[in-house]
């Protein structure tokens, strides 16, 4: 049974961090690239990282350039995302996503984890 499980969310003051995990299982977690998308009530699912199937290459969004460091490690089945310098306008439903680097089609969806940042 394929399952991303997201954690690490809460409530964060502006300005502090938190590091968010999406454990892998039911699939070969190696062969495929991860990604982190986050939500807000009203507007689309926004894509915030991504990182490669062996952890080489990684992207950001400019809104969170600089902040947020994505990361894996495949001997853990686990991705990563370190949010730094929070803002309150990070705050959102944070979710994992899995896409296989040969089957695009084979994609999975985490149930999503909440952060929210309010002094």
């Known amino acids: 049974q394929v399952q991303l499980v997201e954690s690490g969310g809460g409530l964060v003051q502006p300005g502090g961090s938190l590091r968010l995990s999406c454990a892998a299982s039911?699939?070969?977690?190696?062969?495929?690239?991860m990604r982190w998308y986050r939500q807000t009530p009203g507007k689309e699912r926004e894509l915030v990282a991504r990182?490669?199937?062996?952890?080489?290459?990684?992207n950001y969004a400019d809104s969170v350039k600089g902040r947020f460091t994505i990361s894996r490690d495949n001997a853990k089945n686990t991705v990563y995302l370190q949010m730094n310098s929070l803002k309150p306008e990070d705050t959102a439903v944070y979710y994992c996503?899995?896409?296989?680097?040969?089957?695009?089609?084979?994609?999975?969806w985490g149930q999503g984890t909440q952060v929210t940042v309010s002094s």
């Open positions: 996503y899995a896409q296989n680097v040969v089957l695009a089609a084979l994609n999975y």
């Open positions: 039911g699939f070969t977690f190696s062969n495929y690239a």
């Open positions: 990182i490669s199937s062996a952890g080489g290459s990684t």
